[in-house]
């Protein structure tokens, strides 16, 4: 088990290019959440998915953000056309899904995160 | 919708005192507690949790009880150490099939000096 990976760990960009951020979750878990942290606040809800499916996404999730878990493994959050206001910590997690028995205790297993700067 | 609160910080204590950091909740439904922390240059980690109401978790010496009565968890330690500063937040979940994600409070940041 070698936890949560993301990638990059930190991105500079200008306003209006695109970045994509990448997270491989634990192995046998099978939802995978994204989040998205700003200096001075906790974390905010964006985006899961168990497997493949996207099953909610916020509505802080503009249109110029896209997330995709193709194969139900690993997960991409894309942003287009980067705003300054973008600027922020974006936390990936995983988890197996509530209610799933011993297999779940409740606990969302987060990546170190991917710290993105608009300039 | 479902909101936590937690105590402003920054705080700051001595090596071997006591710490309470308050966080309350409203929640449509009947929701699972839990800390989580987040040390320096690391991801968040769950610390404890409480499913119902009267439970108590406890980890590393920190505990918290889940009282439904006053819709709070706070979290409370007897001694402090150095090794405990870091950012802790209170978090809440409702159990509700397709609708389940942690909400966060804002955190608190703690500081103990030697």
């Known amino acids: 088990d070698t936890g949560v990976s993301q990638n990059p760990r930190h991105k500079i960009t200008k306003r209006g290019q695109n970045v994509t951020f990448r997270c491989d979750p634990i192995?046998?878990?099978?939802?995978l959440y994204w989040y998205r942290q700003t200096l001075g606040q906790g974390p905010e809800f964006l985006t899961y998915f168990q497997n493949e499916a996207q099953l909610e996404k916020s509505r802080l999730l503009s249109d110029r953000f896209s997330a995709e878990r193709p194969k139900g493994s690993f997960s991409t959050l894309e942003i287009q056309r980067t705003e300054q206001g973008d600027s922020a910590m974006y936390l990936c997690?995983?988890?197996?899904?509530w209610g799933a028995g011993v297999l779940n205790t409740g606990e969302l297993f987060f990546g170190e995160g991917s710290r993105l700067t608009v300039l | 919708g479902n909101s936590v609160t937690q105590m402003e910080g920054p705080v700051t204590l001595s090596e071997e005192a006591f710490l309470t950091i308050n966080c309350t909740y409203t929640a449509t439904g009947y929701p699972s507690l839990f800390w989580y922390v987040q040390y320096p240059g690391e991801g968040l980690q769950l610390l404890l949790k409480?499913?119902?109401?009267?439970d108590k978790g406890s980890n590393k010496g920190f505990e918290a009880t889940y009282r439904k009565e006053t819709t709070s968890f706070h979290l409370e330690k007897g001694s402090v150490q150095v090794s405990d500063s870091a950012v802790y937040f209170c978090a809440l979940v409702i159990s509700n099939f397709g609708n389940e994600k942690l909400t966060f409070g804002t955190g608190t940041r703690l500081t103990i000096i030697p």
């Open positions: 997690a995983s988890s197996y899904p």
């Open positions: 409480a499913t119902k109401a009267d």
């Open positions: 192995s046998e878990h099978n939802r």
